[in-house]
């Protein structure tokens, strides 16, 4: 498996973020998912990365923003015929990895309550549960989570 940064202005990484958001609109209503456009990927600040195996078919990807004092991440999303074998946690270890030589003291993220495999893996990955940072204001259906690095 190969890790990079890359551009998500790629047909096969615009499809799969498609299927990422349709995932999140048969969760949870319009206000409660809070997702980053394409464009919104390719501006300064955002380290976007993607997981890819030896054939270059993406498995996932995963990006974090640089914010004031610390790394978002956004746009985790593994494949479904991926998942089981180690790419979202691979991911995760590179943004942080990225994060922390770029001088960020933790990542932080807000997920949904409806998404226990999401959940599982951020905590294996030493998440803990926090108040809403940011903008984020607190939600029934969000959980917000911080990694020191």
Do not use: W
Not at 72 to 86: F, H, I, L, T
Not at 128 to 135: H, I, V
Request: one cysteine or more; aromatic letters at 8%; glycine letters at 10%.
């Amino acid at each position: 498996m190969l890790i990079q940064t890359e551009s998500p202005r790629q047909p096969d990484i615009i499809a799969m973020l498609e299927r990422l958001d349709a995932y999140f609109a048969g969760l949870y209503p319009a206000e409660s998912n809070h997702l980053m456009d394409v464009d919104s990927l390719c501006q300064p600040g955002v380290v976007f990365l993607v997981a890819r195996d030896a054939a270059g078919s993406a498995l996932g990807c995963g990006a974090y923003v640089v914010r004031d004092g610390y790394g978002e991440v956004k746009r985790m999303y593994v494949d479904p015929a991926s998942r089981g074998q180690g790419v979202g946690g691979k991911l995760l270890a590179e943004l942080a990895q990225r994060a922390a030589a770029a001088g960020l003291p933790c990542l932080k993220l807000e997920t949904g309550i409806s998404q226990p495999e999401a959940i599982g893996l951020y905590e294996r990955d030493g998440f803990l549960r926090c108040a809403p940072f940011g903008d984020y204001r607190a939600d029934p259906l969000s959980l917000f989570m911080v990694k020191r690095l």
